[in-house]
């Protein structure tokens, strides 16, 4: 009887064991697409912030206002908040570039960023010297790539 309370414990103890790994194992893949279910609810809300600052201030896209702001012709608020408005746009470019892992196509199917590039590509050159700190080597050179293969 004795080997068989012992092969009983044994088979117990690597039940136990197997369990207890696959909850963990289960824990950590929930954590892991709960991490990426919040990575994507955060672009998300990077893009409402963006649109709704578009619908509160649509002169921001517009191509004299743009202009107007880049050669100093702005009052210096409209300048603030256009330089305020082009930073949440490529902040947001750079959480998508990352989320995707740089993947252009993925990037294509979920945002315009192509257009909204262009849009603003020459607040970009003007302020490359602060772009190129504040971004980072791979994400400054997609940008520079979508702006060259536009010309």
């Not at 039940?15 to 709960?34: C, Q, V």
């Not at 809300?45 to 050669?71: M, Q």
């Not at 408005?85 to 490529?90: K, V």
């Amino acid at each position: 009887m004795d080997s068989n309370n012992s092969t009983l414990a044994v088979w117990q103890l690597i039940s136990t064991i197997g369990l207890g790994l696959l909850t963990i194992l289960t824990y950590f893949r929930i954590a892991r697409l709960s991490t990426k279910t919040n990575a994507f609810g955060r672009l998300d809300d990077e893009l409402n912030n963006i649109v709704k600052t578009w619908v509160k201030y649509p002169i921001l896209e517009d191509d004299e206002f743009i202009e107007s702001c880049l050669t100093d012709k702005a009052e210096k608020t409209d300048k603030l908040r256009y330089d305020a408005y082009c930073t949440l746009n490529f902040n947001y470019i750079e959480s998508l570039y990352k989320y995707f892992k740089g993947s252009v196509k993925r990037m294509a199917r979920y945002s315009e960023y192509e257009e909204m590039i262009l849009t603003h590509k020459e607040w970009w050159k003007k302020n490359q010297s602060n772009s190129l700190t504040a971004y980072k080597g791979k994400f400054t050179a997609f940008v520079e790539k979508v702006i060259q293969a536009s010309r």
